[in-house]
């Protein structure tokens, strides 16, 4: 059984004890008096797109934390607690990711609301657990395809149990997009596995890839830590410029949730010794792109990434991913 740490152990805590009345309120409550689109709320777009796949039609689903924003640093809004007390159901990544809305996650939970952790259903031995974390888990697991499938699990779970009477279509809309994620999951093994065997080496503004580098086979290296709050100092970056030098690494990468002064810095210092090293792409880390499209959902995210860390490391991936249907060619092609 997965060890829970921080907000999770409240939370789970938090939810039992609401689960009791609400479940005794909405028993005596007639099938024709429901709403039949449910309103839930997420915190980041990741958890919004698999809940949005999994619920369908059955509910309308918006997120609070959005592109370009660093979910780490957020700190809830009056409007984003208003939001989270109208939602009928809200869910989270957990593992500290929305460390500081801890305190409104539990609050909100604690009103009655059902607040569920996509990552629940993980087992510690999926997690990575770095010693800087002292004792928690690295929270990007979406970073990993395969594993993020067990957040749509735990989403379709959640929703039966929130709706069963819908249950049979939550069921099977998990069982299709997961099938989605195994092929997105293969394809960026397969592009990411093209790149020399030298050349693969990421290096982003932040440990967000960790998840990434284990599932698909490349050496990550971040600037700063895995939450965005820790600095990274000049012996930090002369580190990294060494290691780029050193083993003539083409490309390194921005976050677009993430200030690119520090990426650009290793592009200086490499060019101060001599080497050349060039602004691969811009990732998305700890956010998606723009709502509406391809890159604004969780698959155009992870398709994005890999098709732009694979060309740009000398790999071979199609210029506009996958599916044919990334925005913009990679930079540098």
Not at 126 to 135: I, Q, T, V
Not at 255 to 266: F, I, M, Y
Not at 286 to 292: R, S, T, V, Y
Not at 321 to 333: D, F, V, W
């Given at each position: 059984?997965?060890?829970?740490?921080?907000?999770?152990?409240?939370m789970?805590?938090?939810?039992?004890?609401?689960w009791?009345?609400?479940?005794?309120?909405?028993a005596s409550?007639?099938?024709?008096?429901?709403?039949?689109?449910?309103?839930?709320?997420a915190?980041?777009?990741?958890v919004?797109?698999?809940?949005?796949e999994?619920?369908?039609?059955?509910?309308?689903?918006?997120?609070i934390?959005?592109?370009?924003v660093?979910?780490?640093?957020?700190?809830?809004?009056?409007?984003?607690?208003?939001?989270l007390?109208s939602a009928?159901?809200?869910?989270y990544?957990?593992?500290?990711?929305?460390?500081?809305?801890?305190?409104t996650?539990?609050?909100?939970?604690?009103?009655?609301k059902?607040?569920?952790?996509?990552?629940?259903?993980?087992?510690?031995k999926?997690?990575?657990?770095?010693?800087?974390?002292?004792?928690h888990f690295?929270?990007?697991?979406?970073?990993?395809?395969?594993?993020w499938?067990?957040a749509?699990?735990?989403?379709?779970?959640?929703?039966?149990?929130?709706?069963?009477?819908s249950?049979a279509?939550?069921r099977?809309?998990?069982?299709r997009?997961?099938k989605?994620?195994?092929?997105l999951h293969?394809y960026?093994?397969?592009?990411i596995?093209?790149?020399?065997r030298?050349?693969?080496v990421?290096?982003?503004?932040?440990?967000?890839?960790?998840?990434?580098?284990?599932?698909?086979?490349?050496?990550?290296?971040g600037?700063?830590?895995?939450?965005?709050?820790?600095?990274?100092?000049?012996?930090?970056?002369?580190?990294?410029?060494?290691l780029?030098?050193?083993?003539?690494i083409?490309a390194?990468?921005v976050?677009?949730?993430?200030?690119?002064?520090?990426?650009?810095?290793?592009v200086?210092?490499?060019?101060?010794?001599?080497h050349?090293?060039?602004?691969?792409?811009?990732?998305?880390s700890?956010?998606?792109?723009?709502?509406?499209t391809?890159?604004?959902?969780?698959?155009g995210m992870?398709?994005?990434?890999?098709t732009?860390?694979?060309?740009?490391?000398g790999?071979?991936?199609?210029?506009r991913?996958?599916?044919?249907?990334?925005?913009?060619?990679?930079?540098?092609?």
């Open positions: 059984m997965m060890r829970r740490t921080g907000i999770g152990a409240v789970m805590a938090a939810v039992g004890a609401a009791v009345g609400a479940s005794c309120s909405r409550t007639p099938a024709a008096a429901r709403v039949e689109r449910h309103k839930i709320t915190t980041v777009g990741m919004a797109d698999i809940v949005r999994v619920a369908g039609d059955r509910a309308e689903v918006a997120n934390i959005g592109e370009g660093d979910p780490h640093l957020y700190k809830p809004t009056r409007s984003d607690v208003a939001a007390m009928d159901a809200i869910f990544n957990g593992l500290m990711l929305e460390g500081k809305m801890a305190d996650l539990v609050k909100v939970a604690t009103s009655g059902k607040v569920y952790a996509v990552t629940e259903l993980l087992d510690e999926e997690l990575l657990e770095p010693e800087s974390l002292a004792g690295d929270p990007h697991v979406w970073m990993d395809a395969s594993a499938s067990k749509v699990e735990a989403v379709a779970r959640a929703l039966s149990e929130f709706d069963p009477g249950a279509t939550y099977a809309n998990a069982e997009y997961r989605e994620l195994e092929a293969a960026a093994r397969k592009v596995a093209s790149i020399p030298e050349q693969r990421l290096i982003t503004a932040h440990d967000a890839f960790n998840y990434f580098g284990r599932a698909y086979d490349i050496e990550v290296l600037i700063q830590g895995l939450s965005t709050e820790s600095e990274a100092g000049l012996a930090d970056i002369n580190r990294l410029v060494d780029i030098v050193a083993r003539k083409g390194v990468f976050e677009t949730s993430v200030a690119d002064k520090n990426v650009r810095a290793l200086e210092g490499a060019k101060a010794r001599g050349e090293v060039r602004i691969g792409g811009s990732l998305f700890d956010a998606m792109g723009k709502p509406g391809y890159e604004g959902t969780y698959i992870i398709d994005h990434n890999a732009i860390i694979a060309r740009a490391l790999g071979e991936a199609p210029q991913g996958m599916n044919g249907k990334l925005a913009e060619a990679p930079a540098g092609e």
